[in-house]
């Protein structure tokens, strides 16, 4: 029984202890820097680069490659795929560059002739063959990515069993071993500082992973071809955050729309609690200091490639057949794959309405529909194809004669030129899918349309007569956003689907001229090449910081991720600060709550016995002095800290100040007037009662809207919305509006932790003690203000020298602070290692002097 542990999944898969995989018969040479010089090797950032051409290696699940067995010899001949978008890529890269291709054959190679056939793959085509054992494949692709993925990524759930394949662990395994193969493959031919990678479509989504375990600094993008569901969807994948955590360890993801790039982000929130932001019209997630951004950027087509098929004889003379078969009659095309997602069955009975709505048409219009070769052969494609036939076989019974068939389907395999030339011809193009990632039908009609003068001058047509297309396509296929001037519908409206189909066939020529000249700028500016292009620029730019910054991998398998922080950004040892604090005689000693000392997620937010102990340790050393600095209401720290009687308190970020336990709280003189509380209690009230799951904390000095139980993306929408409300209501208030995580809070103006910290340290200076020592240690944005101002006054001229400082942030994440403690554990040994070094005398002459000169001060 395979197991369902899979946190070391990922080593499983290296070792081969889930699925017996043989290894590739031989070792294709990594590097080859100098022609015949190869280079193996093991280490990161270990291969000199000098005198190399610029390498693109390109991994997707097949190779652009035709294969087959030569009758004579017996030998397999290669030729590459024309068609394939793999290929046409190149034409975005400049032509010194050196494309590697790396993934599967179409055919299945027997092992004895694997490595005679990879080397020949690699000398003629640059091409390296995963060769996945025939089990391990089926298991792959015809299993988890046809079976599971496919279907899912296109919005079918396995509710029952006759409706798609509920979700099985072994094809996980398989495709996770899989993705393993394939890197390895990348491994094998990657010069991890200069190469760039790029990951092709839903079969690989884990291999991100494992690149990025073994070279941490890979440059890596992925492109995903295929719909990306909503979180209410995509969550119902048992390993969701698996396969999310495999994405995000890219540097640039690149999608179709910007609906399936937001249900991704949605996802990522929802699911990994991660934010993103736009960042100079760039959308980037921040994921353990590392940005990954996000590129929105339909694929084209190959305006070069389209060209020269219109262009063959062969075109030409299948174009003038079609005009003869249809003369008097407006031909209809539909080209579309045999799967229950591409609405064949929807198209077929909005023609069959069309007929009947308006028998004027009947006689004089063709729905020719070509069906490509069935990619999967399951039980649905069959009842599919099944359903298909069955009505157009009805609409021609109902609607036709010996001499006119309205409904005729071409099911075989159709070539290129006679597929150009029925688009040449269609007076109508329909995409009907009920969801489908891009879909290039329309572009290619659209193309095929607009001709080439070649084929005018086949075809006796003026080179300067006006060109018409009219294209009526799903809304829920990747095209439809980039074509305004198509007729949009939706495909499950079949009256509405009718009308759509009646508009194009009666819409004015004008009109249609000017739709089509729109369509085919779009489409020849926006080909193959500049998405290639755009795509490529976009991933130099994500990764132009890959060396400017420290970089460690952390977690297990597939939760396996990059931590990249600033050079001069590390953890803080407990020895080293010991050190410095066993030689130091005056310390300041600054101190966040929540986050810091008790655990953010932690319902009881009462300190721990052992948080209060190593806190009185700290304050009976007179060589200390220790604030805890909150924005938590007076009365609470009051009552949580009642037993440590040297503790100062600043609550409610410093509005509240409190030397120890014998001293009178302290009121902030800057911003005595609290009347824009009224004005900002109803607003927020109102907030509250329209979003669920939020609620308001009254304190003394502020008020805070709370959204961390609300739904993550309306939580987010509605404070973004309360930011810009309490803004626009306070503008001549003295009152400042700060969103939080979680939280929008309005405090009194010039309130900070940060000035706390800069009276204490300068009370400190004036009373004749300047600090040798200062540790600050806080986790969220208002402890930034604490770091600044910390740095900002040790750095007066009145200190005598330089005090030794450590600004300390909690979680590894950018920060002003040049220190960090993974969590509040950390942090508690780290005060248990200060503790244990203290020396208790008693304080009480010590705090009676700082609190006058405080006073002082404030006064």
Not at 287 to 312: A, C, W
Not at 363 to 379: D, E, H, T, Y
Not at 617 to 629: E, M, Q, T
Request: aromatic content about 10%; proline content about 5%; some cysteine.
């Amino acid at each position: 029984m395979a197991s369902r542990s899979y946190a070391n999944l990922l080593d499983l898969a290296g070792g081969g202890d889930l699925l017996d995989i043989p290894h590739t018969p031989r070792t294709l040479p990594r590097v080859m820097t100098v022609p015949g010089i190869i280079s193996d090797l093991d280490g990161e950032s270990d291969v000199s680069s000098s005198g190399c051409r610029e390498r693109k290696i390109i991994v997707a699940n097949m190779l652009p490659l035709q294969a087959k067995r030569d009758i004579d010899t017996a030998k397999w001949c290669f030729s590459w795929d024309e068609d394939s978008i793999l290929l046409q890529l190149k034409d975005g890269f400049s032509s010194d560059t050196e494309v590697i291709y790396v993934g599967s054959l179409k055919a299945e190679i027997d092992a004895s002739e694997q490595d005679e056939v990879a080397q020949r793959l690699l000398d003629d085509f640059n091409c390296v063959p995963t060769f996945l054992p025939h089990d391990l494949q089926k298991k792959f692709y015809l299993g988890f990515c046809k079976q599971q993925l496919w279907p899912l990524f296109h919005y079918m759930l396995p509710i029952c069993s006759d409706h798609g394949d509920r979700f099985d662990r072994v094809l996980w395994q398989a495709y996770v071993s899989a993705n393993k193969i394939f890197a390895d493959k990348v491994m094998e031919v990657i010069n991890p500082d200069d190469d760039f990678v790029w990951v092709h479509d839903y079969h690989l989504m884990v291999l991100p992973t494992f690149l990025r375990k073994r070279f941490n600094r890979v440059k890596l993008g992925f492109f995903l071809h295929s719909p990306f569901p909503s979180s209410e969807i995509y969550r119902t994948l048992p390993v969701r955050d698996e396969i999310l955590k495999g994405l995000l360890n890219s540097d640039l993801i690149g999608f179709h729309t910007f609906d399936y790039a937001r249900h991704f982000l949605s996802c990522c929130s929802r699911m990994l609690g991660l934010d993103y932001e736009s960042k100079r019209g760039h959308i980037g997630l921040d994921y353990f200091g590392r940005t990954i951004f996000i590129k929105i950027l339909p694929v084209g087509i190959h305006m070069g490639r389209l060209d020269s098929v219109l262009n063959l004889p062969s075109t030409s003379t299948k174009l003038k057949e079609i005009q003869e078969e249809f003369k008097d009659r407006k031909v209809i095309l539909g080209v579309d794959d045999m799967d229950i997602f591409k609405g064949i069955n929807l198209k077929f009975l909005a023609v069959e309405q069309l007929l009947q709505q308006n028998p004027d048409l009947q006689g004089k219009v063709v729905l020719v529909q070509i069906v490509n070769p069935a990619r999967g052969s399951g039980k649905d494609v069959q009842e599919a194809k099944k359903e298909a036939y069955l009505i157009a076989q009805r609409i021609n019974a109902n609607y036709g004669s010996s001499h006119y068939q309205p409904v005729i389907i071409i099911d075989r395999p159709v070539p290129r030129f006679e597929k150009s030339a029925y688009y040449a011809v269609a007076e109508c193009c329909i995409v009907n899918a009920v969801r489908d990632g891009m879909n290039l039908v329309p572009y290619k009609y659209i193309v095929c349309r607009q001709g080439t003068a070649k084929l005018d001058e086949a075809m006796g047509r003026q080179s300067d007569s006006p060109r018409t297309s009219m294209l009526v396509v799903s809304e829920f296929i990747g095209c439809s956003p980039s074509l305004s001037g198509a007729i949009r519908v939706n495909p499950w409206d079949i009256d509405a689907v009718a009308d759509a189909l009646n508009l194009a066939l009666t819409m004015r020529d004008s009109e249609k001229k000017l739709r089509h000249e729109k369509h085919y700028r779009y489409v020849s500016s926006h080909d193959v090449a500049y998405w290639a292009r755009s795509f490529m620029q976009d991933l130099e730019r994500a990764c132009k910081d890959h060396y400017t910054k420290r970089c460690w991998g952390i977690g297990l398998g597939l939760g396996f991720r990059v931590i990249s922080l600033s050079h001069g950004f590390r953890k803080l040892s407990i020895d080293h600060i010991v050190s410095a604090y066993k030689r130091t005689k005056r310390r300041a000693i600054f101190l966040d709550y929540d986050g810091t000392i008790v655990p953010q997620t932690s319902i009881n937010k009462t300190p721990s016995a052992e948080v209060i102990s190593v806190l009185n340790a700290l304050c009976n050393d007179s060589k200390n002095i220790v604030f805890i600095v909150s924005g938590r209401a007076r009365d609470s720290l009051s009552d949580w800290f009642a037993s440590c009687k040297m503790l100062g308190l600043a609550a409610e970020h410093g509005y509240f100040l409190r030397w120890n336990s014998d001293s009178e709280w302290e009121t902030s003189h800057l911003s005595a007037d609290l009347d824009w509380k009224q004005i900002v209690e109803p607003v927020m009230q109102s907030y509250t009662e329209a979003t669920d799951g939020s609620n308001i904390e009254i304190k003394e000095s502020a008020l805070v809207w709370h959204h961390q139980d609300a739904d993550p993306d309306f939580g987010s929408c509605q404070a973004k919305e309360l930011l810009d409300h309490l803004e626009s209501v306070l503008a001549n208030e003295p009152a400042l509006v700060k969103r939080g995580q979680h939280i929008v809070e309005v405090k009194p103006q010039g309130v900070t932790k940060g000035l706390v910290a800069e009276k204490v340290l300068l009370n400190m200076v004036n009373g004749g003690n300047p600090p040798d020592f200062v540790m600050c240690i806080g986790d969220d944005r208002s402890d930034e203000d604490m770091f600044e101002s910390i740095l900002s006054t040790v750095s007066c001229p009145s200190l005598p020298s330089a005090p030794e400082i450590f600004a300390c942030t909690v979680g590894r994440k950018p920060s002003k602070a040049k220190y960090f403690l993974d969590d509040t554990a950390d942090v508690v040994r780290l005060l248990q290692g200060l503790a244990s070094s203290s020396n208790p005398k008693p304080k009480h002459h010590h705090h009676a002097q700082f609190q006058v000169s405080f006073e002082s001060i404030v006064s």
